[in-house]
């Protein structure tokens, strides 16, 4: 798979930090499962954190003592078992594997709700604010024009769309923000899904869309 | 003798704990993993659960379950080395990831959403010998001396960031700056720690 968009910088920060919506996160770690490059660059910014964790010391401002109450503890399991954690074989398939753990590892099997003909979407289980869902939508369609408060990531997984930035096929990370006003049209022979998530409601920049911007929620 | 240089003196040599190199850290974890030698681990617990501690802390998680994370971080320690890759991380860059993702699953109750280690599990012989002395922690101290350089507003967002657990937008209205803002300054400083830091790799 030959990737041509890449996640921003300050996204990989903030995935690093762990400062993302679960959301945000979860299209991250999708991107970064299919994206040796990303993944190069997530150990850098990973980097920052042990960095940044081996610096914490001698702070009077936070109660960080430890006493060998812990450590006794801790001897005491390190003799336990663990429960084992064999990673099942995964199985072939153009889900990334973060992903799959929440819709499955099959998209022929994830269940689709219709907003207009031609455009599905399904909601993944995040409640903070922002949009997480997976959308389908048919060659030729196009999403109402918008712009967004915060930013917005997807991740394309099947097809491939256009929009004022380019041509964003399966692999590739649409990773934007509020600066970018854009309308995405499908160009490729099947349906283009892809993984959406934002940090805040976006921003129709027509009545229409701002007309069904209550219905669609995108 | 008042002069001797330290250390001259050969009576109290057994009592002079030799100074630990910061580069032994991911090296000593490495070999912890591979021999399962429990004073390693006290080593290892002793220098990192203090700073799990206090990170833990920072990120928000409440402090009467400070303790319970970080016992639970540190256990992973020792059940997840198995999975620790020295050519790929400093033992400090591991542990924080545990850390973080550990102290989210707390505080959100749902895990964060991570590429497993086992989807890019180590290319077998080499890796699970221990690794040519810690190329991985002369990068974490070199890292560490570079975020020192940076300057203070690019500073800034990145302890918001990692310490604070804040997003972009988040930061934006913190500091009452745009979103825009935010994002070009922890570019500048995720560049700049990449020059400084890279160099080698």
């Not at chain 2, 203090?50 to 802390?57: C, D, I, T």
């Not at chain 2, 379950?65 to 400093?90: C, D, G, P, S, Y």
């Amino acid at each position: 798979m030959k990737i041509n968009h890449h996640l921003d910088d300050a996204t990989l920060v903030s995935y690093s930090a762990g400062a993302l919506s679960q959301g945000m996160a979860l299209v991250v770690a999708s991107h970064l499962a299919i994206c040796p490059e990303c993944q190069r660059r997530n150990e850098q910014t990973d980097a920052i954190g042990g960095a940044l964790l081996d610096d914490l010391v001698d702070d009077s401002a936070v109660d960080d003592k430890i006493d060998d109450g812990m450590l006794n503890d801790l001897l005491a399991k390190l003799d336990e078992e663990p429960e084992v954690t064999t990673a099942a074989p995964w199985p072939k398939t153009d889900i990334p594997r973060p992903l799959a753990e929440y819709v499955g590892a099959n998209l022929e099997r994830v269940e689709w709700k219709r907003i207009v003909p031609g455009v599905y979407f399904h909601e993944l289980p995040f409640g903070n604010g922002g949009v997480s869902r997976l959308l389908r939508i048919a060659p030729g369609k196009t999403i109402l024009p918008h712009s967004h408060e915060g930013n917005e990531l997807t991740l394309i997984l099947r097809g491939s769309f256009s929009d004022e930035l380019g041509r964003f096929a399966a692999g590739d990370v649409a990773d934007l923000d509020d600066q970018v006003e854009h309308q995405p049209l499908v160009d490729s022979s099947e349906d283009c899904i892809c993984l959406v998530a934002t940090d805040a409601p976006l921003r129709f920049t027509t009545w229409f869309g701002r007309l069904v911007q209550p219905i669609t929620g995108f | 003798m008042k002069n001797s240089p330290p250390g001259d003196d050969v009576e109290n040599l057994a009592s002079l704990k030799p100074p630990r190199a910061s580069e032994d850290w991911t090296e000593m974890l490495a070999l912890m993993a591979e021999t399962r030698d429990k004073s390693l681990y006290v080593d290892l617990f002793r220098h990192f659960a203090p700073r799990v501690k206090a990170y833990v802390l920072r990120l928000g998680v409440v402090p009467s379950a400070a303790e319970e994370v970080t016992q639970e971080i540190m256990l992973a320690v020792w059940r997840k080395a198995h999975l620790f890759n020295a050519a790929k991380a400093a033992a400090s860059t591991w542990i924080f990831t545990l850390a973080r993702n550990q102290s989210i699953d707390w505080m959100r109750s749902q895990k964060y959403p991570q590429y497993e280690f086992d989807d890019q599990k180590p290319e077998t012989s080499e890796a699970a010998s221990v690794p040519s002395a810690g190329e991985a922690e002369v990068l974490s101290d070199r890292m560490a001396a570079a975020i020192k350089t940076l300057p203070e507003n690019q500073a800034q967002v990145i302890f918001m960031s990692f310490f604070e657990g804040r997003s972009h937008g988040e930061i934006a209205n913190r500091l009452d700056i745009p979103l825009g803002s935010v994002k070009s300054r922890l570019r500048l400083a995720s560049e700049k720690l990449r020059t400084l830091w890279g160099d080698a790799v």
